[in-house]
């Protein structure tokens, strides 16, 4: 007997996001704007009650965008900050993929080099942060 595979299709509907522009070209961002709407999410430009998910480059975008509110915004627990690769590996893997592997969070270290100016600083962070979680996505239990 032949076996039958059920094919599950990528949905964003239960999905509400703000996308914060900055350090990717408008193109890509906006080919991924456009198939996260295609997919059923809803796009908005503020953070309001509905929204489940801002999605951004990095830490310094979202500060950038919500200023002293940033840190207030990680802690709601309703709310996944998450990096645009979240969306791109679930449009890749043709359904959602779990936000933790993909979180933007506040580091101290992240925090000091955006407040210094230290670009240097900040970028290499940003860098270890991004290796981590690619490694995490293969090995969750890398710490």
């Known amino acids: ?12 509907n239960s999905i509400e996001a ?19 709407l295609e997919k059923g999410g809803c796009s908005s430009q503020r953070v309001n009650h509905n929204t489940t998910h801002v999605i951004a480059v990095d830490w310094k975008m979202v500060v950038r965008k919500f200023g002293n509110r940033a840190k207030a915004l ?8 998450v990096y645009y690769d979240w969306i791109t590996e679930c449009l890749i893997r043709g359904t959602l993929t779990k936000e933790a ?35 995490k996505r293969y090995n969750p239990g890398i710490s």
């Open 1 to 12: 007997m032949a076996s039958t595979s059920s094919m599950v299709t990528l949905s964003f």
């Open 18 to 36: 703000v996308f914060i522009e900055g350090a990717i070209s408008k193109m890509r961002m906006e080919i991924i704007v456009k198939r996260f």
């Open 101 to 135: 592997y993909f979180l933007i969070t506040d580091q101290n270290s992240v925090d000091l080099a955006v407040e210094n100016g230290d670009e240097e600083l900040y970028e290499m962070d940003m860098e270890v942060r991004k290796i981590v979680q690619s490694l």
């Open 74 to 81: 990680l802690a709601k627990q309703d709310l996944h900050v």
